[in-house]
Structures are given as structure tokens and as C-alpha cells.
């Protein structure tokens, strides 16, 4: 198959889920996600001193992208929807930026695939939140890779 073909076809994942019927993530599904990744990314600063200041900057940027989503939410619902409290446990400091990153990258495209499904004043929202969020994973995977002494700036 041709790149075209392939690429039309790894789109359709997303089509067929709308038209069969599975929903898009709610807004209150992706607080709870923002909300993890915040609270990973603050036991992370603590463990991570070099990178502190920086690991602190994302979790202040997850906070707002909370804020947002639970406005956005209670526009959309009337519900002033209130993550679930949690801790992040961190045994190994390069494991739980692995994991950072991996949910970083999975919630930008959780972010998107709502995006892709929300009505016109929310859809720009979320790709802005989507699009921040997949900064933050490039951010954590540089980390990593730092950790490992490749491509330390």
C-alpha cells in the first residue's frame, strides 16, 4: 500500500469509534488525567533536583489545563466536577519520567481525540490543550533521554 492509503487508514480508527458509537473522553476524564500527571510531575521535582525548576513549570501548566477543562466542563454539564485526590509513588526517579512521558503523550491524544469531537467552541480549546500537552511529553522524553547522557542540553 501506498503512504496515502496507510495514512487514510490509521485515521479511520477514530471515524469508525464515532460512528460505532464509543464516545470521545469526557472533560471529567481528562481532568483526572491532567490531575495525575500534575501530581507526577510534583513528586518528580522533588526527586529530581537538577531538573526541579522545570519538572515545577509543567506541573503548574497541568494545573491550568485542570482549571480549564473543569470550566470548560461546567459550562458543557452545569457540574463543577472535582478530580479525584491521589499521590504519586516514585521508587525510581528515570521510571516515573518514563511514565510521565507516557501519560503526557497519552493524554495529548486523548485531548485530541475529544477535540476531534467537540462541538466548535470547545474544538479549539482542546487543540490548544492537546498541543501543549504533546510539548510537555517531547520535554519529559528529552529528560529521559537525558538521564541516559544522550543529548543533555
Known amino acids: 500500500m501506498d503512504n496515502e492509503t496507510l495514512s487514510a487508514l490509521k485515521g479511520f480508527d477514530g471515524v469508525w469509534d464515532r460512528v460505532s458509537g464509543r464516545p470521545a473522553p469526557s472533560l471529567g476524564e481528562l481532568a483526572d488525567a491532567a490531575e495525575r500527571q500534575r501530581e507526577l510531575l510534583c513528586a518528580l521535582a522533588g526527586r529530581c533536583p537538577q531538573h526541579a525548576a522545570r519538572l515545577r513549570t509543567m506541573a503548574a501548566a497541568e494545573a491550568a489545563a485542570v482549571r480549564r477543562l473543569r470550566a470548560e466542563n461546567f459550562l458543557a454539564a452545569g457540574e463543577n466536577y472535582r478530580p479525584a485526590a491521589a499521590c504519586a ?9 518514563r ?12 485531548l485530541q481525540e475529544a477535540a476531534n469531537a467537540a462541538p466548535c467552541e470547545l474544538r479549539n480549546t482542546l487543540d490548544v490543550l492537546a498541543a501543549a500537552e504533546r510539548c510537555r511529553a517531547r520535554e519529559l522524553r528529552a529528560l529521559v533521554l537525558c538521564g541516559f547522557g544522550v543529548n543533555c542540553s
Open 89 to 97: 509513588l516514585i521508587k525510581s526517579a528515570l521510571c516515573a519520567l
Open 99 to 110: 511514565e510521565a512521558y507516557l501519560g503526557a503523550s497519552a493524554l495529548a491524544d486523548k
